[in-house]
């Protein structure tokens, strides 16, 4: 095991001591990594009509001589764009209810 450690070392070019707090410092993360799961997050199509509501709120807040937060308007020309990313991929959300939570038809 010091063969190892040395030889390790010697690749790493680092010291002995320094090579094996370096690999104890990696140990210790790896073991409280272990049981923790990798989230991967599925990203569905965005609703037109979910970024035509933000949209047309930006325009309206705008009409009325509101400030638009710039989070706001950062957030629907986010949803317009990811519209059109969907469609160039050839997906679409033909679903009539959005993530607003309101129908079209409302």
Request: glycine letters at 8%.
């Amino acid at each position: 095991m010091k063969q190892a450690a040395v030889s390790h070392a010697k690749t790493a070019g680092v010291g002995v001591g320094e090579w094996i707090a370096s690999a104890i410092r990696e140990k210790i993360k790896a073991d409280r990594n272990a049981g923790k799961k990798v989230a991967v997050r599925q990203v569905s199509p965005v609703s037109l009509t979910d970024a035509t509501q933000a949209v047309d709120l930006v325009v309206r807040m705008a009409s009325a001589g509101l400030t638009v937060p710039d989070h706001v308007q950062k957030t629907a020309f986010q949803l317009v764009n990811r519209v059109a990313q969907d469609v160039k991929r050839g997906q679409t959300n033909d679903q009539t209810k959005g993530s607003f939570g309101h129908d079209q038809g409302e």
